[in-house]
């Protein structure tokens, strides 16, 4: 990956600049909703830099955003932690619990890795549930934060501060993430990813770069928990099913695979779509879901941001094309 | 000392069902080399498809009949729609497509037949046989399913022209088709097998756990761990894997608590996998480099 060229900065300041302009546009719900938006990329760019980049395959996502959410809800409702000193502890737990899942992970691969982190995302809600840690969790019942409050000199109301104190995140790990995947590191995981006995032949330190990824994903997707959570305050079991963990999968292929931009595309869908499709069937969000994870399997395996790549390419040829004759 | 006995056979009858679906794994893990994590949605959907039959009036072994049937051929026809596009993808993608399947399966049956909570009946009497004061005759009459079930298989892969060439297929494809073996098809006969052995599993937990879409979600991580604890290419291995997790299932359940059940598949597939991930009848793979 290159670095930008002054067209796709202009760009990016143009993005940036309509984004700082959204929250004073639309409805505080909408604020709301587009706040999750920003929530779920993040959490899509994690993901997808383990099983885009990495060709780890995980099922069990959903977990590590769960564990990123009652992070900063338990400091905030029991340890009294302002919101925002919550979100770099819920990153490091994940990291860690990423880290540590990852390297009995190490000896697996593909299909098992699918499995272990299967059975990962299915028992979270029962592990969550559990009554020895009861009193951190609350059980069943979950736990309920206060929404923080903007500070009284930006006169912003309290969606509209949420959502800045989420785009801020967005833009720092974003641009992290940009570096880690572009660098050195980057190349080692895509490496590992199409030819493993090559990189480790080429002095690739696998097991390391496969659990620090995994690490870092997990990070990344705690970091989206830790937010989300704040931004619906609210935190339960049963909202970090297994299905979770389908959503964040669902987003990635979307969005496209091994993609930085794709996570917007992915987090935009898994937001909107359930809502719309809602009004049909409480069923046909997850029906919708299926057959748009298939139809994009046999035809666009890139993914949102992929199609977008290929149709400027497309572009682009054909206008230079015009130029030389 | 009663209890505990109690408990092991109680979780044999549950085994019995892991086990079936475990089998069912491994028949399209042999054939294809990949798990379908859509099995055990597959299998609740052939369930309703029996709720169904029998709401309308048909006989209950008729309506297991006919369930079975059509599983079968709902998992041919899987087979050579959906899945065969993919075949040769990366592993990535073929993963994702049996999670498509898993949610569509689960979506359509809760569109059709709403989440609510359905009794399934057994087709055993609902006084113990034999007045055994340990197993009660559903437990008994679907772990005896199972057996036959097995039976059968074991008998049709052994002695059957067309088992010795499904077998074939999954070992040597290049050298079957070279003899005249419609690779594809044993493949997808493959498929429709694990689907009626599914639906069977399906139609023996139902009375137990209630019809609703979800039902199979725990059933299907047992079978996983199952199939994973005896070796996932050694049918023998998985049926027996299945029998375990289902007698530890329960022994755990009641001595530490049922709250942690999920959990314990999840340490037992981590722990095989990391200690021994061939398990315990599996071949253990040498790649070349």
């Known amino acids: 990956m290159r670095g930008l060229d002054r067209r796709q900065l202009a760009g990016l300041a143009v993005l940036l600049v309509l984004a700082c302009a959204l929250p004073f546009l639309v409805a505080n719900y909408r604020v709301f909703q587009i706040t999750l938006v920003l929530a779920y990329a993040i959490a899509l760019l994690g993901l997808n830099m383990l099983t885009g980049y990495n060709g780890q395959i995980s099922l069990g996502h959903g977990a590590f955003y769960a564990i990123g959410a009652y992070t900063a809800a338990i400091l905030m409702d029991k340890a009294g932690w302002p919101y925002w000193a919550t979100i770099p502890v819920a990153g490091a737990v994940c990291f860690v619990a990423g880290f540590l899942f990852g390297l009995p992970a190490l000896r697996l691969e593909g299909l098992y890795l699918a499995l272990a982190t299967f059975a990962l995302g299915v028992a979270m809600p029962q592990i969550l549930k559990h009554k020895s840690i009861e009193e951190w969790t609350g059980g069943v019942q979950g736990i309920v934060i206060v929404k923080p409050d903007a500070p009284a000199w930006t006169g912003l109301s309290q969606d509209q501060w949420l959502y800045f104190f989420c785009l801020a995140w967005v833009l720092l790990l974003f641009v992290l993430g940009w570096n880690l995947l572009r660098g050195r590191v980057g190349r080692a995981m895509v490496a590992i990813r199409d030819q493993p006995i090559a990189a480790q032949a080429m002095g690739v330190n696998t097991a390391m770069v496969k659990s620090l990824t995994f690490g870092v994903s997990a990070l990344y997707t705690g970091i989206a928990g830790a937010l989300g959570a704040i931004a619906v305050q609210f935190v339960a079991p049963d909202s970090f099913s297994f299905f979770l963990s389908i959503t964040l999968l669902t987003g990635v292929v979307i969005g496209g695979l091994a993609s930085i931009s794709g996570a917007f595309f992915g987090a935009v869908f898994i937001q909107f779509i359930p809502n719309i499709a809602d009004e049909i069937s409480k069923a046909a969000p997850w029906a919708i879901y299926g057959i748009v994870l298939i139809a994009f399997m046999y035809t666009m395996p890139t993914g949102v941001a992929g199609f977008v790549r290929i149709a400027r390419a497309r572009l682009a040829r054909r206008r230079g094309g015009s130029t030389v004759r | ?289």
């Open chain 2, 1 to 289: 000392m009663d209890q505990l006995l109690h408990q092991i056979l109680a979780g044999l009858a549950t085994g019995g069902i892991y086990a079936s679906v475990a089998l069912a794994l491994v028949m399209i893990y042999q054939a294809t080399h990949l798990v379908n994590f859509a099995q055990g949605e597959m299998a609740m959907f052939a369930t309703y498809l029996a709720w169904a039959l029998l709401q309308a009036g048909v006989p209950y072994w008729g309506a297991f009949a006919i369930t079975v049937v059509s599983a079968f051929v709902l998992g041919v026809a899987i087979e050579r729609i959906v899945i065969r596009p993919v075949e040769n993808s990366p592993i990535l993608a073929v993963v994702i497509v049996f999670i498509a399947l898993l949610v569509i399966f689960n979506s359509i049956a809760g569109w059709i037949f709403t989440y609510t909570i359905k009794p399934f009946p057994s087709p055993f009497p609902a006084e113990p046989l034999f007045g055994n004061p340990y197993l009660s005759s559903h437990e008994l009459g679907s772990m005896a399913i199972t057996l036959v079930v097995l039976l059968l298989l074991f008998v049709f892969f052994r002695f059957t022209p067309l088992g010795l060439a499904m077998r074939a297929a999954a070992q040597n494809p290049v050298s079957s088709r070279l003899v005249g073996i419609r690779v594809g098809w044993m493949l997808a006969l493959g498929w429709g097998l694990a689907a009626a052995i599914g639906a069977i599993a399906g139609m023996m937990v139902a009375p137990t756990v209630f019809l609703e879409p979800n039902m199979m979600g725990g059933v299907l991580l047992y079978a996983f761990a199952g199939a994973l604890l005896g070796g996932i290419d050694s049918p023998g291995g998985a049926v027996l894997g299945g029998f375990i997790v289902g007698v530890l299932e329960n022994v755990v359940g009641t001595y530490v608590g049922s709250e942690l059940k999920l959990t314990l598949a999840l340490v037992v597939i981590i722990g095989v996998l990391v200690v021994k991930p061939s398990g315990l009848f599996g071949k253990v793979h040498v790649v070349r480099v």
